[in-house]
């Protein structure tokens, strides 16, 4: 297999043109030690990736407070980061592939510390929208040559280790999120109060871009390949017919003219797979090797990853809901609970890819949609309006045990068959079925949280408002006076827990002196009993999630090529054989 892939830092300047001028075979990763600090570099631009991804939902308060955002802003600067972030993700790939990975690398992380930069110097919301949407976009340049350098650089005996750490380092990032933005906010560092979520990003992506240039080897498709523009924009126009009801679907009450563009998006993709089709059949440039989809590993591998990261986006954001709006959790208690999930993530991350994936093969991503299952269950017996973090930690330490067994080794499969020449275009498709995952996860939401909260709030807030006339009348307020305010105090909860506070009967109860902190007592009453009720429901859904894992898991090979983690030969033989009976 050949790549043009270089090492300029020990040369002269006619020795590095020369080198530039030709491509040349892959050498073995082995042979260069900075591999490794390379692979930092490019993990350090993961986790800002990952961790920006989530850590803004901390300080919408802030940013609601201090700028006048409006809910629909709010709603653009959270999802519309990781709508633009989705849509660009396969083209990103494939640019890598013709234009050079390490390239396309440097200029995604340069956009995104441009962009960082801009987001926090905002100086309304629709400066701060714009701003994430273009950091969206460096962050789809970006990620995806990460996964394609890794596959062309490293041995393939030490892909399992270096999967291992990313998985987890990216994992560590989502799930320290809160923790981090919630520090951030409350050190108000500079009296930045939330910009220092988005300035953090500045001097380390700045570091990371001058090290990239040294210590990351440029690589890109060993054959000339152009950009196949047709497929660039039916895929863009599908993506976005897909992805814009699925992402803001919720905030606009679902209308009508969402379902349309989602099924419309089907036809779009069949567009989109007939093109490729002819465009493979008359240069072989396609924007997606489509190729790739007759190996059996990258398929399933496909598959069971966007199931994976469906669940995931459903579980944490139902449980972010419940933590800090029903139990009342700050960001900073909310971060640290969920350590939990992030530590039991952590230990079997490692130990799936390194050794128990290749002694056991796909009967560890099996294993691990049964742990998942096993944890939902305990989770499901914990949950209670006055729950302790402690009294979370079992359930969401085997969550996250199963995930690490489940999800961190679904590279390992869908890479193991995919040419060196087509790594962008595989990282990119691999890379945007996870956030298509999220995007699928967010909108279950609206089924399995937001709609049974809605329903159990009114029935939870109902029963309470006897309790609360007669608590208000034991204070004095007069029986038509109280009944007025009994009315409010039940409009206002029930339509707060539907997503749209009644303004006019909140402040008739916020108004009133004797009411108001009666109502803000059985307001925390009812969110708690609503919000528990709701989020259970959410762990049954993730029943079906982790059985449907279980099942996808099956349709990957039995076992990983066993010449990818240098097993003997008697040892590799029998995997052949036991591959071949899969």
């Known amino acids: 297999m050949t790549s043009t892939n270089t090492n300029h830092d020990l040369e002269s300047p006619s020795a590095t043109a020369?080198?530039?001028?030709?491509?040349?075979?892959?050498?073995?990763?082995?042979?260069?030690?900075?591999?490794?600090?390379?692979?930092?570099?490019m993990t350090v631009a993961t986790f800002m990736?990952?961790?920006?991804?989530s850590i803004v939902n901390v300080a919408l308060p802030a940013i609601q407070h201090g700028m006048g955002a409006?809910?629909?802003?709010?709603?653009?600067?959270?999802?519309?980061?990781?709508?633009?972030?989705?849509?660009?993700?396969?083209?990103?790939?494939?640019?890598?592939?013709?234009?050079?990975?390490?390239?396309?690398?440097?200029?995604?992380?340069?956009?995104?510390?441009?962009?960082?930069?801009?987001c926090g110097i905002s100086v309304n919301p629709e400066m701060l929208v714009a701003s994430r949407l273009a950091q969206g976009l460096a962050a789809g340049l970006m990620v995806p040559q990460v996964m394609s350098i890794i596959h062309v650089t490293f041995p393939d005996k030490e892909k399992g280790a270096v999967f291992a750490i990313q998985g987890t380092i990216g994992g560590l990032a989502a799930t320290i999120a809160p923790l981090v933005g919630g520090l951030l906010v409350a050190w108000n560092v500079f009296g930045w109060d939330w910009r220092t979520i988005f300035l953090v990003n500045v001097p380390i992506g700045i570091i990371g871009y001058v090290l990239g240039w040294k210590y990351i080897n440029e690589s890109k498709a060993p054959s000339r390949i152009r950009l196949d523009i047709i497929g660039v924009v039916l895929a863009t126009v599908s993506l976005t017919a897909l992805l814009f009801p699925l992402t803001f679907g919720r905030e606009l009450h679902w209308p009508a003219w969402g379902f349309v563009l989602m099924a419309a998006s089907v036809v779009g993709f069949?567009?989109?797979?007939?093109?490729?089709?002819?465009?493979?059949?008359?240069?072989?440039?396609?924007?997606?090797?489509?190729?790739l989809f007759k190996s059996r590993s990258f398929s399933a591998a496909l598959a069971l990853m966007l199931g994976m990261f469906s669940f995931t986006g459903m579980f944490m954001l139902a449980l972010y809901l419940y933590l800090q709006e029903g139990l009342g959790f700050s960001p900073l208690r909310t971060g640290v609970t969920l350590l939990a999930f992030c530590i039991g993530a952590f230990i079997t991350a490692s130990a799936s890819v390194i050794a128990l994936v290749p002694k056991f093969g796909r009967a560890v991503l099996q294993a691990g949609a049964v742990v998942i299952a096993v944890g939902v269950a305990v989770l499901l017996a914990s949950v209670s309006p006055d729950v302790t973090s402690w009294g979370l930690v079992p359930g969401l330490l085997l969550i996250g045990l199963g995930f690490g067994m489940t999800a961190t080794p679904i590279a390992l499969f869908a890479l193991q068959e995919v040419p060196h020449e087509d790594a962008g275009a595989a990282s990119g498709l691999i890379n945007t079925k996870q956030q298509l995952g999220f995007a699928v996860g967010i909108s279950v939401v609206t089924l399995a949280f937001f709609s049974p909260l809605a329903s159990h709030g009114v029935s939870n807030t109902e029963a309470l408002a006897p309790q609360f006339r007669q608590e208000i009348v034991a204070a004095g307020v007069a029986d038509a006076r109280a009944t007025e305010l009994t009315a409010a105090f039940q409009s206002c909860a029930t339509s707060t827990f539907s997503g749209t506070p009644d303004a006019a009967a909140c402040g008739t109860v916020q108004a009133d002196p004797q009411a108001k902190a009666i109502a803000d007592k059985f307001s925390h009453q009812a969110a708690g009993q609503s919000f528990t009720d709701a989020f259970k429901t959410t762990l049954y859904v993730g029943f079906g999630f982790a059985a449907l894992a279980l099942l996808l898991a099956s349709f990957l090979p039995r076992w990983l090529k066993q010449e990818e983690w240098g097993a003997p030969a008697e040892e590799g033989a029998e995997g052949s054989e036991e591959t071949a009976k899969a």
């Open 270 to 291: 069949i567009g989109f797979i007939a093109y490729e089709k002819a465009k493979q059949r008359k240069d072989g440039m396609p924007l997606v090797p489509l190729n």
């Open 18 to 41: 020369g080198a530039q001028a030709a491509p040349v075979v892959d050498a073995p990763a082995a042979a260069d030690p900075r591999r490794w600090i390379a692979f930092i570099i």
């Open 49 to 53: 990736d990952m961790l920006d991804g």
């Open 70 to 118: 409006s809910f629909v802003q709010l709603q653009w600067i959270t999802a519309g980061y990781v709508f633009a972030f989705a849509l660009t993700l396969i083209t990103g790939g494939r640019l890598g592939d013709i234009y050079g990975r390490r390239r396309m690398f440097q200029l995604g992380v340069l956009g995104f510390v441009v962009t960082s930069f801009l």
